[in-house]
């Protein structure tokens, strides 16, 4: 079974531009949810989206959006890019039921500029 | 609001040995504690779950234990190799219908040969 894929891998943007950034979850798995990591705070939670709505927000500026389609894969967005957006953007998808165990993808390393 | 510390974090050990992480949670309110293990740039693998009614998890040379009431987990690594080199890192699940997982800062690790 293929796991969670991430597009694209690697992007670098200037200030004030937006970014659009790609998840597919793993087959069958219908929960994506979305994390920064950077290296002063962490890998921190973003939101969750479950059957196409968002289930739950992390602490994180309007700036910060996403949505799922149908066959579950996500988009997440941020517009008004500042400098300290730049992170590691990981994508992790679970059934949401049974264990919950999440599995995640190799991330997109945003580099703003 | 849940906070989760993990010590040490950083360790430096020689090839054989066994050693044990440790990760602490302010909120024993969890619905599961999840190991992961992250190597330089890249997202994260799923090593071990715990739910939060058992005890301990087991996979290969690794074990995983959790006791709830105190607040702690702990991740012992037996005979260890170079290739077990990375970041470990533990996230719990709190309960209810979040699916949000609140990380530790993570155990940098370095076995030498």
């Known amino acids: 079974k293929a796991g969670v894929t991430q597009t694209p891998r690697y992007l670098i943007k200037t200030r004030g531009q937006q970014v659009t950034l790609s998840c597919s979850p793993i087959s069958g798995h219908r929960s994506v949810s979305w994390y920064q990591q950077t290296p002063g705070q962490g890998l921190q939670f973003l939101f969750e989206y479950f059957s196409e709505t968002q289930r739950n927000k992390g602490n994180f500026p309007g700036r910060f959006s996403g949505r799922q389609f149908s066959n579950s894969r996500s988009e997440m967005n941020v517009s008004t890019l500042e400098l300290g957006d730049s992170a590691l953007y990981l994508c992790a998808s679970s059934l949401r039921q049974d264990t919950y165990e999440q599995y995640f993808g190799p991330g997109t390393r945003l580099t703003v500029t | 609001k849940q906070e989760v510390t993990q010590i040490p974090a950083a360790l430096s050990v020689p090839e054989g040995e066994n050693l044990v992480l440790n990760c602490s949670f302010t909120?024993?309110?969890?619905?599961?504690l999840q190991w992961f293990r992250q190597d330089p740039g890249k997202g994260l693998t799923s090593l071990l779950l715990i739910q939060s009614s058992q005890r301990e998890q087991t996979s290969g040379r690794l074990n995983a234990s959790l006791d709830k009431s105190s607040g702690r987990s702990t991740l012992y690594i037996a005979a260890s190799q170079p290739g077990d080199s990375a970041t470990y890192l533990c996230a719990v699940r709190g309960g209810g219908a979040t699916n949000k997982l609140i990380f530790g800062t993570g155990t940098l690790l370095a076995v030498q040969p």
């Open positions: 909120d024993s309110a969890i619905y599961n």
